[in-house]
């Protein structure tokens, strides 16, 4: 989601008459466009913030921005004004459309008046029982600069209404707002025609989309109007809720020709008790038959997972329930997370926090649970088939391109003289934990 926003705010300032710096040394406006979801992303800004100051020390200074989810935090313009007034915009992920303007009065403050003021576009902080703040949602026909290659994200909604205990999402990116129907028809539509063969679909939930507009088509009608795009040769989405995924949307990815039967279904933990005070909405049985579901419709379909170790009061037996859930689902792969608690949320809150150290044993043996299992079902493509939309020339492979097979998987496709864009067969002939690979198919 983030890389999208980048996309525009890029295309903004390009329309503005800028040019992107080749050395960030040399730039005369700096946008950091940040995530809020792990504490670990929120350190990285304020070091890399850190290191930006110290790199140019002659002349007028930079503009700094901070843009994105952090900005939406409260605690984080209190350290910009206290600990960080070298940054000099702070703008949350719905009024990025403003950074132009904000940028422009920020450099027109002159150096005898203390330098860049501070200015701020962020919707005030959200409450689970509240809706009727400003959403972050976008105006549409922004500019966008266009990015080399195959792939394209479409974002289809903003926001989520979930209110999972352990997320800050809800409250940084404000309530679930689904995109125009037809706007996004058209930008698939434009992006196709600008060459693009694989569109990416972008929400919080893409399975609720439309749910929050009466009369509005649903995301298996999203699907299969859009499948219909003259040009589109693959259709993939992010992020889906196990909760919302119905048997129609199955059949939609069971019945479209351009979408990858590639299910996404973050898991989070496979113990009841835990579900439950994650808020995530479902059982351990009701994960297991949605699997069973998509297993019986679409047999080579893959199943890839989210997964959090340490959640607050996570015993030795609820662990075990996970790595359980991890055996009996045998997914293709997994993003794997120790619990960061996010200040605002519900889990940060709760008592029984889990040690550093049993966190990390634990997620030590996720990954290597986890891990087996890809590599069994990867050795299981050897002497196989597959198709695979070429997406680059392979550096690890001199001679060779790479690119996804529908179901999701990296290959290395040696001595092929495809281009990107090209669909082309590869004879698997090696694996690994996260590559297949071997020559084109006679």
């Known amino acids: ?37 792990r504490e670990s992303a929120e350190s990285k800004v304020w070091s890399r913030f850190g290191k930006i100051r110290s790199m140019r020390r002659g ?11 952090m900005a939406q935090l409260p605690e984080t313009a209190e350290r910009v004004k206290s600990k960080a007034p070298y940054i000099s915009v702070l703008t949350g992920p719905g009024f990025i459309h403003e950074i132009p303007q904000l940028v422009r009065e920020a450099m027109a403050k002159k150096p005898e008046d203390g330098g860049h003021k501070i200015l701020k576009a962020v919707t005030p902080a959200r409450t689970a029982a509240s809706r009727d703040e400003s959403t972050q949602l976008l105006p549409e026909g922004l500019p966008r600069r266009s990015i080399p290659g ?17 997320c800050v999402v809800p409250y940084v990116r404000g309530p679930q ?12 539509a434009r992006l196709c025609e600008e060459g693009y063969k694989e569109i990416t679909l972008l929400g919080q939930n893409v399975n609720a989309y439309g749910l929050d507009v009466p009369g509005s088509p649903d995301f298996p009608a999203l699907l299969r109007a859009l499948d219909k795009t003259p040009g589109l040769l693959r259709l993939r989405y992010f992020t889906s809720h196990p909760r919302d995924f119905t048997q129609e949307m199955i059949e939609a990815v069971r019945d479209c020709p351009t979408v990858c039967e590639h299910f996404h279904l973050p ?3 496979g113990s009841d008790r835990i579900l439950k005070a ?3 909405g479902y059982s351990r049985d009701d994960y297991l038959r949605l699997v069973e579901r998509v297993r019986e419709a679409i047999p080579e379909a893959s199943i890839t997972t989210d997964i959090i170790v ?31 608690p996010r200040k605002g ?28 299992i890809t590599r069994d079902i990867n050795a299981s493509c050897v002497g196989r088939d597959m198709e695979i939309l070429v997406e680059s020339m392979a550096e690890e492979e001199p001679g060779g391109v790479k690119g996804r097979t529908r179901t999701g998987k990296m290959v290395i496709a040696t001595g092929s003289k495809a281009s990107p864009g090209d669909l082309v067969n590869v004879r698997i002939v090696e694996y690994g934990t996260w590559y297949l690979k071997g020559p084109v198919a006679p």
């Open 310 to 340: 340490g959640f607050p009061g996570e015993t030795e037996e609820d662990f075990q329930d996970t790595l359980d859930m991890v055996r009996k689902c045998r997914f293709d792969g997994a993003f794997t997370f120790i619990f960061s």
């Open 59 to 69: 002349g007028k200074p930079p503009v700094l921005v901070l843009a994105g989810c």
């Open 1 to 37: 989601m983030n890389e999208r926003d980048t996309e525009t705010i890029a295309g903004l300032l390009i329309k503005e008459g800028m040019s992107q710096a080749m050395d960030i040394s040399e730039a005369d406006v700096i946008i950091l466009n940040t995530c809020a979801v």
């Open 278 to 280: 994650m808020n995530r």
């Open 177 to 188: 707002v689904s995109r125009s129907f037809q706007a996004i028809l058209e930008e698939t």
């Open 150 to 166: 195959v792939n394209a994200y479409v974002t289809i909604m903003y926001g989520c209404d979930n209110f999972c205990s352990y």
């Open 345 to 372: 949320t519900a889990a940060y809150r709760m008592k029984n926090q889990v040690d550093k150290k049993t966190k990390s044993l634990r997620l030590q043996e996720l990954v290597e649970v986890q891990g087996a």
């Open 267 to 269: 898991l989070q933990s």
